[in-house]
């Protein structure tokens, strides 16, 4: 094994014990490199000097001022204020009143309101933990089974990895040198596909075992009043997603941008539901705060890892890694996929995206996929993104260790175990490996919209 080899090796390994310490992730990355950074300068094998060190720091400089990543502190308050204010908890008795007379309507319910907050947030846990709070309860009441309600708080909390506008595409689109606004039109047919799933899934279940999606005793009878707050509370959500999304598609807009008109709007939303006092803004902005301020500093972290990897070789061992396989190109893209899926147990996805996906950037380039990007720029690597972000979302709901699951563990009451929840999301892995195979064979899912802002 190479001296490049080992380095490389060694600075996953030194990570990876160190995470388990429970030191913050952000210290141990970049201690990390630092001290093997140190380590090439004065090992004699390394041509590596301060000069070429210091375009690490420079990386690093970058990040602060890159155009992409100038969104992210306004989507996250854009999720934040609508999470806080309480429109989701109006969406979600608006929508139990729809249906209530369904067998399952409940977890159809959960399900759109996820899928809702998804597009608003982009915030795994804060939307585990909502929908757990609101609906977890009220479902076990009406007699739902605890497998099933679990697993679909789960998996629609999820969602906001990859409907858009997800916070984790913004730092994907980064890393892979590609359109934040590409990355995010391609995930609405997969996001739509999966929650499609999702819903066929409850309403088959409940015609199939009845016993675990029972109908509610006390539901309301359909009157025009119910169909009036059902308008009220999910229009302007919608309204506002539709902006951010279309303003990008039309071209009216940047991220960067459309993202600032989703944060004014979230507050207007916030004013009109009249639950928006000074006090609870404070708090909003406070979590936008501490959350920007988190993912910004495991970003520093974790760019100055990568840098020092790239450094001491790490772009050419996995290289050279993955070319001495010589496996087909799409059994080369599942053992990728797989690796992102294990690394989804022990890593956060923001570690994942930053350190992982540059390192496959010019393996999944260099396998010559030919897909159909209707003259798409960077086509490949739009999908690329898409499949892992699919990934990842699968690993969040994986036994034993699935960050989605302890999450809901948290707010469960306390007769439900873990056991429930891994008994509950299964389907729903499922349900997500289905749709990953769905976005491989047809990749058009993905690029046809993107190429539609461009004329193509």
């Known amino acids: 094994m190479s001296i490049e080899a080992v380095m490389v090796v060694a600075m996953f390994v030194t990570l990876v014990v160190l995470l388990f310490t429970g030191y913050p992730v952000a210290y141990v990355l970049g201690g990390v490199a630092m001290i093997f950074g140190v380590v090439a300068i004065v090992h004699p094998a390394y041509n590596l000097n301060f000069i070429k060190l210091s375009t690490a720091v420079e990386n690093i400089h970058r990040l602060s001022i890159s155009p992409n990543l100038l969104a992210l502190p306004m989507f996250i308050f854009m999720g934040v204020m609508l999470e806080q204010s309480g429109v989701a908890e109006r969406m979600m008795v608006a929508m139990q009143k729809l249906f209530g007379r369904l067998r399952g309507g409940l977890a159809l319910t959960v399900t759109l309101i996820g899928v809702l907050l998804a597009a608003s947030t982009g915030i ?41 506008p997800s916070i984790m595409l913004v730092i994907m689109a980064d890393n892979l040198g590609v359109s934040v606004g590409d990355l ?44 009036v707050e059902l308008f009220w509370s999910i229009v302007p959500p919608a309204v506002l997603i539709v902006l951010v999304l279309g303003s990008i598609l039309r071209g009216y807009a940047t991220p960067t941008e459309a993202s600032g008109v989703g944060a004014m709007g979230a507050t207007i939303i916030a004013l009109a539901n009249r639950k928006l006092s000074s006090g609870v803004f404070q708090q909003i902005v406070v979590a936008s705060l501490k959350t920007t301020a988190f993912i910004t500093t495991i970003l520093i972290g974790a760019k100055f890892f990568s840098q020092v990897l790239r450094q001491v070789g790490g772009d050419e061992v996995i290289a050279q890694a993955f070319g001495g396989l010589n496996l087909d190109r799409y059994v080369m893209l599942a053992v990728l996929i797989l690796i992102v899926f294990l690394l989804g147990f022990v890593l956060d996805w923001i570690e994942i995206t930053l350190i992982a996906l540059p390192l496959f950037k010019p393996v999944v380039l260099a396998l010559g996929f030919e897909i159909n990007g209707f003259g798409l720029d960077n086509a490949v690597l739009v999908w690329f993104a898409l499949l892992v972000a699919i990934a990842l979302q699968t690993s969040f709901l994986s036994p034993p260790v699935g960050f989605a699951l302890f999450y809901l563990k948290g707010v469960c009451p306390p007769e439900v175990k873990l056991t429930d929840i891994y008994k509950g999301v299964i389907p729903f892995i499922i349900l997500q ?5 769905v976005v491989v064979k047809w990749p058009e899912l993905v690029t046809w919209l993107p190429s539609v802002k461009y004329g193509h």
């Open 124 to 164: 795994i846990g804060a939307s585990v933990v909502l929908l757990g709070m609101m609906s977890l309860p009220v479902m076990l009441k009406q007699g739902y089974s605890k497998a099933l309600a679990t697993g679909v708080v789960c998996s629609a909390g999820s969602l906001g990895i990859l409907i858009p």
């Open 184 to 227: 995010f039109l391609g995930a609405v047919f997969p996001g739509l596909v999966l929650a499609t799933f999702y819903v066929t899934y409850i309403i088959v279940l409940g015609l199939i075992k009845p016993s675990m999606a029972p109908i509610s005793d006390d539901y309301e009878p359909l009157r025009p009043a119910i169909f």
């Open 433 to 437: 490996l289905a749709t990953l195979l």
